[in-house]
């Protein structure tokens, strides 16, 4: 403690901006850690107490994934015997139309039995009305809102509130007004109560619901009536306590999570090389206050602990910062994320609060801090093997002995040698292919300082072409100082090579994505129930399809029904379509089957065609009988075609629409697949769609053209980690850049001022200082392409192999490669004005005297 | 077993034989082949706000093993509202309502019998006819109400039928075999008490045409008034099926 307050504390003051660089490096890895986990926490807490909330009482839930099942599933419910209480439940979120309000979060429930389960608590004087069920039965326009929401809405008991209906807008009374808390706090207070035969009528279900809430009677354990329900379901139906959905929700958006705890850990590792680069500096510069020390008898270990614990004290400010910044960040971006989970997988959420999860705190907390000592231990084990004698001596401890260096390639090669290993050795998947991409981000850090020699070694004469002094000192200080150099270049450098690996993956997507819309996506409209086509809330009769199709203008319609199942474990899609028309107008890749026989087979009710990726992840081959839950019982048919398919991210199992019908009992419609008749134009043909049915349907009619454009505005919110990731590649070179610098500057005090006592002039210094920046600059982001390029090839194998099964071709994002180019120059050459500047207003007698 | 023992068992089982009885005696002389009135219910909450209903009863058999259709005639907001009921001796009712705004029927699964009857203060076991067999009873003693001479019986559910009650105390006059009060108890607390009055000879049977229910915690009470009740009415079967409560 006396060294570091007699030592450390002098040498902070005196170096004030590169302490707030080292904490703002460590910060910037926890902010993303704090923030990217907190907000992705925060959505999926959300989601998990709005069900909590909603459940009230309830044991199980009885569900058919997405879909919903035939109202005659509760009377089979309700006569299981260790049941006590069971009764349905529609749960939907409508469009309120109300300035700033967003979603309605609407709750069908049978009044006649579920206050037995749920509370509702009501305001005085309206006891009478809503305990009357009667009343509130008998007016299917009756609903129950939240005191919250009326008073953000100014309405009261009475009042009328516009909703959007299946049959276009409506106008319901508010028959009851709930109280702040409990239930009426789900999904941050937005929530409203009708009758569930009306919110059938509301959203097109038909006669069907979409879960039932039970009790288990007392006297049975919750499995022991799981089981029995189970029994008296068959397999068709799902049988889970509330807090799965919470689960499956999770499981939904484990992409997106993936990618985020991949950033995190991204940013945390570049944490780490600034705070490298700091200590390898500082030890540097100390050398000689180091000699002093070991010559006043202080020991290896005293050194060696005074740097751990400066980078300790470091950590814990970094942390400290991160985590502030971290929890504001979270704050906007779950905001981001409830919209965009809404966008990409129909399942809308509402961020009531940030959930800061201790855990997440405390780990951020310890990955800073020991992160930051980590990062240390190298240059305080340099510090305390310091020789005495030649502590004085200047100059080549900024650069890598031979030992060290040859020792650093044998090292690299080795790690080589273990990914090579893990890939021929069978390693595409699972812990091999994690252990070949982290020895690959080994590797390349240890031969980054080989690297950056050679590298400046061939710029060099490029450099003196450019400006012949100015380009030969900023080449030799860079040669003469790798270790200072190497850690700023590796921090960028892992920096774009994470965004050249995740543009690689967009671009590979979006390339990926308009080959399958332009073989599978060609009709000339799309007729869905809602702007967002994953929404699922509303759904049309069947009988409106007829209606469209008798239409002049148009020659053929084809009917989807889509809804989300369990199947292996996964939350896939099942789309259900009239297979042979369909087949006949589009032609996805096929992976494994032929195309003929696929569709005459699955079209007979015979087989289902499988996406890619649903096979991949479940590992289904063709041929195999899959399993597929629904109302009716297990669907076993066998596997008759594999195609390429992105109708959902998890994936999608294409089926006849006659073997939807028959096993959910459902013949509804998210969806109309409309071919117009010749010389009839998409514009022509939606406004008369609209104008025959918009006033009495709630119905969203998109071109071809505007649905490729939302299906790529969806992609682009999902990759939009990857423009943060391009802003945090930014920053991280700001900070390393001019921290090297600083230090470059600092150390060659004496040499800049022998060169302006010599007749330099102080444009010659400035444009030295720029030239250093400049190729700091260049140097990490050729090496950030081209590590980029094989940690494009690692990603593409874990979304295949590990996240979604989705193949995607290699495709090396020049775009976003040139686009970096431009940009990190010009970040270097801005990161290299204050210390460029300093470096010549700096007095030249100091920097004569300086050491 | 002492000789003082037997003798207690033995007037035990006579007390409960006789409750018993009385009980099956008030059943019997209520037995009717249908029924129906007219009703008027008015629902009075602890701050005296006052809510009406009124219905139209048809009962087509008795002893719970009857049929009722109830349609709602008044307020404007629930009229045309339907119930059918189907008693089953063995087991809780079946229920079905017709909702004529929205047009179809839903079937109603009151499978918490405590739920309160259409926000008055019947709960809906209140509602379901009680046949003799299905509870124990026994003698509590003689009490006088509203100036009748009463036996006052205990009744509790058998095991084979569920009761939001642990018991129930019946007023039963000596003169007329109906009752006069009901209380329903949970454990030492009594949740409801039913006063019966205003009874008229109705071809030949003793009928109550008021009747008031006390829902003790909430401090609320229901008056149903049932007027034009006939008995024996030529009912058909048919008016009592799902079709028939679609169609009126």
């Given at each position: 403690m006396i060294l570091l307050r007699l030592l450390t504390l002098p040498y902070v003051r005196k170096h004030k901006l590169r302490t707030v660089l080292t904490i703002a490096g460590i910060a910037l890895g926890v902010v993303i850690f704090v923030g990217m986990r907190t907000a992705n926490d925060s959505v999926m807490y959300g989601f998990q107490q709005t069900v909590d909330r909603l459940a009230g009482k309830t044991h199980l839930q009885v569900s058919a994934g997405e879909t919903g099942f035939p109202e005659e599933v509760l009377e089979k419910v309700q006569a299981?015997?260790?049941?006590d209480i069971a009764v349905p439940v529609i749960e939907a979120t409508v469009q309120?139309?109300?300035?700033?309000?967003?979603?309605l979060l609407l709750l069908g429930v049978d009044m006649t039995g579920d206050r037995s389960l749920r509370e509702?608590?009501?305001?005085?004087?309206e006891e009478a009305v809503i305990d009357d069920p009667l009343v509130f039965l008998a007016q299917p326009d009756s609903i129950m809102i939240t005191r919250d929401f009326a008073n953000q809405n100014k309405l009261s008991s009475g009042d009328k509130l516009k909703l959007e209906t299946i049959a276009g807008p409506k106008q319901f009374t508010i028959r009851g007004i709930m109280k702040p808390?409990?239930?009426?706090?789900?999904f941050g207070g937005n929530l409203a109560v009708m009758d569930i035969y009306a919110a059938q009528f509301i959203f097109g279900?038909?006669?069907?619901?979409?879960r039932i809430d039970l009790t288990i009677k007392p006297g049975y354990t919750l499995e022991q009536g799981r089981a029995a329900l189970e029994k008296a379901l068959g397999g068709g139906l799902q049988v889970d306590p509330p807090s799965s959905r919470g689960k499956q929700f999770e499981s939904i958006a484990s992409i997106f999570s993936v990618g985020a705890s991949l950033n995190s850990l991204f940013a945390l590792l570049i944490g780490l090389f600034i705070i490298y680069n700091t200590f390898s500096i500082a030890v540097t510069q100390r050398r000689a206050e180091i000699g002093v020390l070991r010559s006043l008898g202080a020991t290896r270990g005293q050194i060696r602990m005074l740097f751990l614990m400066e980078s300790a004290a470091l950590g814990l400010a970094g942390s400290l910062t991160g985590i502030f910044f971290g929890l504001l960040l979270a704050r906007g971006m779950a905001q981001y994320l409830s919209s965009f989970f809404g966008e990409m997988y129909g399942v809308t959420q509402r961020?009531?609060?940030?959930?800061?999860?201790p855990r997440v705190l405390g780990l951020a907390m310890f990955a800073g801090i020991f992160m930051s000592m980590l990062a240390a231990w190298i240059p305080a084990r340099a510090a305390s093997e310091v020789d005495p004698v030649k502590?004085?001596?200047?100059?080549?401890?900024e650069s890598f002995s031979d030992h060290e260096n040859r020792r650093r390639l044998w090292a690299a090669a080795t790690m080589c040698a273990l990914a090579a290993g893990c890939w021929f050795g069978g390693?595409?998947?699972?812990l091999p292919l994690y252990t070949g991409y982290l020895s690959v981000i080994v590797a390349a850090v240890l031969l980054t300082p080989a690297a950056v020699r050679w590298l400046v070694v061939l710029l060099r004469p490029l450099l003196r072409a450019v400006l012949p002094v100015e380009g030969a000192l900023a080449a030799d200080s860079l040669m003469q100082a790798p270790r200072r150099t190497s850690a700023t270049v590796g921090a960028v450098m892992l920096s774009l090579s994470l965004v050249i690996g995740l543009g690689g993956v967009s671009t590979a997507s979006y390339v990926s994505l308009i080959d399958w819309m332009n073989n599978v996506?060609?009709?000339?409209l799309f007729v869905g129930?809602?702007?967002?086509?994953?929404?699922?809330s509303y759904r049309f009769p069947a009988s409106f399809g007829e209606e469209i199709r008798r239409m002049?203008?148009?020659?053929d319609v084809q009917f989807v029904r889509t809804a989300r199942v369990q199947f292996r474990g996964v939350p896939v899609m099942v789309v259900a379509t009239d297979i042979a028309a369909v087949g006949k107008r589009v032609r996805p890749k096929v992976v494994a089957g032929e195309r003929e026989t696929m569709n005459r087979l699955a079209a007979e009710g015979k087989g289902v065609i499988l996406a890619d990726n649903v096979a991949l992840m479940t590992r289904s081959r063709m041929g195999d009988i899959v399993e597929i839950p629904s109302p009716g019982g297990v669907i076993r048919l066998p596997v008759v075609g594999i195609t390429i398919d992105y109708s959902d991210q998890k994936g999608a199992i294409l089926m006849d629409r006659k073997v939807f019908v028959e096993n959910w009992k459902d013949d509804s419609v998210n969806l109309f697949r409309v071919y117009l008749k010749k010389g009839v134009g998409p514009e022509q043909g939606k406004r008369a769609i609209l104008e025959r049915f918009g006033s009495e349907r709630k119905l969203f009619v998109m071109t071809n053209e505007q649905l490729r454009d939302y299906a790529l505005r969806v992609t682009d919110q999902f990759f939009g980690l990857t423009y943060m990731q391009i802003f945090v590649a930014v920053l991280v070179a700001i900070l390393g850049i001019v921290n090297s610098l600083t230090v470059s500057i600092t150390d060659r005090r004496r040499e800049l001022g022998v060169l302006q006592a010599v007749g330099g002039l102080r444009r010659q210094v400035r444009q030295a200082v720029w030239m250093e920046a400049l190729s700091i600059g260049l140097v990490s982001v050729m090496l950030g392409l081209v590590l980029g390029a094989v940690m494009l090839f690692y990603y593409l194998g874990i979304i295949r192999?590990?996240?979604?099964?989705i193949r995607l071709?290699?495709?090396?994002p020049v775009k976003i490669a040139l686009i970096l180019i431009p940009t990190m120059m010009a970040v270097a050459l801005s990161a290299a004005l204050g210390p460029a500047e300093s470096a010549v207003r700096s007095s030249l007698v100091e920097a004569l005297e300086y050491e | 077993m002492s000789r003082l023992a037997v003798l207690m068992l033995a007037v035990g089982a006579c007390a409960a034989q006789d409750a018993r009885q009385i009980m099956a005696d008030v059943q019997n002389r209520q037995k009717s082949n249908s029924q129906r009135y007219q009703g008027w219910l008015k629902v009075i909450d602890s701050k005296s706000k006052i809510s009406e209903k009124r219905w139209s009863y048809d009962r087509l058999g008795?002893?719970?093993?009857s049929k009722v259709v109830l349609r709602f005639t008044a307020p404007a907001e629930v009229k045309g509202v339907a119930l059918l009921i189907v008693n089953h001796p063995d087991r809780a009712s079946d229920q079905w309502m017709w909702t004529p705004s929205l047009q179809r029927d839903r079937r109603i699964a009151?499978?918490?019998?405590?739920?309160?009857?259409?926000?008055?203060?019947?709960?809906f076991e209140d509602l379901e006819e009680r046949d003799v067999n299905q509870y124990d009873y026994k003698m509590l003693g003689e009490e006088t109400v509203a100036g009748a001479p009463c036996w006052k019986i205990e009744s509790r559910a058998k095991k084979t039928k569920s009761s939001q009650y642990t018991h129930v105390h019946l007023w039963v006059?000596?003169?007329?075999?109906?009752?006069l009060r009901i209380e329903s108890f949970k454990g030492d607390t009594m949740i409801r008490r039913i006063h019966y009055s205003d009874y008229q000879k109705i071809q030949n049977i003793w009928t109550p045409l008021s009747l008031e229910v006390e829902d003790i915690a909430r401090k609320s009470k229901t008056v149903l008034k049932t007027e034009k009740l006939e008995y024996n009415?030529?009912?058909?079967?048919?008016?009592?099926?799902l079709q028939a409560l679609r169609r009126e």
């Open positions: 299981v015997a260790e049941v309120t139309g109300l300035a700033g309000q967003g979603n509702y608590d009501f305001e005085d004087g808390g409990g239930m009426a706090s789900a279900r038909g006669r069907s619901f979409d961020v009531e609060q940030i959930s800061a999860d502590a004085l001596h200047k100059g080549a401890y390693g595409s998947r699972g996506l060609n009709p000339d129930t809602s702007e967002q086509i994953a929404e699922r002049d203008a148009i020659d192999e590990e996240v979604a099964g071709d290699y495709t090396y | 008795s002893a719970g093993e009151f499978q918490d019998r405590s739920t309160r009857f259409f926000g008055t203060d019947f709960s006059d000596k003169a007329r075999y109906v009752f009415v030529a009912l058909k079967e048919e008016m009592f099926t």
